[in-house]
């Protein structure tokens, strides 16, 4: 990627995460962790993937994204409002009474939520489901679903990584936030998932690994041609872009007070 492009997207990744900051600041929420560890990520789906158009988002051939992981929704509303799906505005809305934007995700919303989520574990079964109905109908819109890696302990996620290695659907792409921790400690801790590439290959997937805050590996590896269903393994940390956040536990469920939102928002304005 020429580095023009490459600072551009960084840019575009530090206004997410200061929208994400004012959101939670603003309501009071949480999981702001889970969402700075998939910025990048959607950054990278958003601006150079996903064919969608914001001015027609329920074209039937649309590639559809899911996240499935909906407590980093604060993240997902800030990218969509960024290229279009809704205005800005919006974003203050998020969380509170009368509000647009509901913590989980919620299709009746805004434009550009395709499924409702909040119970993890149901994303990759809806994804797959989807996928088959495009196969079925000829439709070349791709699935792309985001899963947290705590997530990856629900027997229904294995049970549609089997459905879908077996129906070699070459239309699903599927990311895991691998940051390693979940809501109640470290991930491999609560249960353990390594060795997780050979695991997912073990079910017939292709499997990349990359970091998942590097715009040039992300773009390679959902670039990457398939013939069944693909995996990216994206190493991520929790809290990524402000010091005091990155790879704690505190910040999956911590609401920043004043001092703590000052410090955030100005770590973030010095990568301007």
């Known amino acids: 990627m020429q580095t023009d492009e490459n600072e551009k997207l960084k840019a575009l990744a530090n206004t997410i995460r200061k929208h994400v900051l004012n959101m939670v600041m603003h309501a009071q929420s949480s999981h702001i962790g889970a969402s700075y560890s998939i910025v990048e990520i959607l950054v990278t789906l958003y601006t150079n993937i996903l064919k969608i158009d914001p001015k027609n988002p329920t074209d039937p051939y649309r590639d559809k994204f899911l996240l499935s992981k909906a407590h980093g929704s604060t993240a997902l509303y800030a990218i969509l409002a960024e290229v279009g799906f809704f205005p800005l505005e919006y974003l203050n809305r998020y969380y509170v009474d009368d509000s647009i934007l509901p913590g989980h995700l919620d299709r009746e919303s805004v434009p550009g939520i395709e499924f409702s989520m909040g119970s ?45 290695s077996h129906l070699k ?10 940051n390693k921790i979940q809501s109640f400690g470290r991930t491999n801790e609560v249960i353990n998932q390594e060795p997780v590439l050979d695991r997912w290959r073990a079910f017939g997937w292709d ?40 790879d704690t536990l505190d910040w999956h469920y911590k609401s920043p007070n004043k001092e703590q939102y000052e410090q955030a928002m100005h770590e973030l304005e010095n990568l301007d």
């Open 120 to 164: 993890l574990g149901h994303g990759l079964s809806v994804g797959v489901g989807m996928a088959i109905a495009n196969r079925q109908t000829k439709n070349p819109g791709r699935i792309f679903v985001l899963l947290s890696d705590g997530e990856c302990n629900e027997g229904s996620v294995w049970e549609a990584i089997m459905l879908a």
């Open 169 to 178: 659907l070459a239309n699903l792409t599927v990311i895991v936030d691998y």
């Open 207 to 246: 499997v990349w690994e990359v970091d998942g805050h590097n715009f040039d590996g992300l773009l390679d590896a959902l670039r990457a041609p398939h013939t069944g269903p693909k995996v990216i393994i994206a190493h991520t940390v929790k809290g990524k872009g402000v010091s005091f956040m990155e």
